[in-house]
């Protein structure tokens, strides 16, 4: 066993900064790799392997795939705030 102090207030919201640093670092990864796949949506496009309606199509699923796991991330911060703040 190793012996921990208890958390101190100022320790916690250190903490809260940190998972808030993460949680800002996966949206970003999640906005990078929804860029990535556009672009290849677009170079189908421009190869002409797909019509415009499925490029609007894919690019708003696209989005809407984005939007959700932003939100998920966003959910898993406050809980983890709300943890991280309970005494």
């Known amino acids: 066993r190793v012996p921990m102090a208890a958390l101190t207030e100022e320790t916690r919201r250190d903490m809260q900064k940190v998972a808030r640093n993460e ?5 970003v990864a999640i906005r ?6 556009l672009g290849d ?4 496009l421009k ?4 019509s415009e309606d499925e490029d ?6 696209i989005q809407k795939i984005t939007d959700k796991f932003v ?11 709300a943890e991280l703040m309970k005494v």
């Open 71 to 81: 939100a998920e991330v966003d959910k898993r911060l406050a809980a983890k705030e």
């Open 56 to 61: 609007r199509r894919a690019s708003d699923d």
């Open 32 to 37: 990078n790799i929804r860029r990535d796949v």
């Open 23 to 27: 949680a800002e670092n996966a949206k």
């Open 47 to 50: 190869d002409k392997e797909i």
């Open 41 to 44: 949506i677009k170079a189908l």
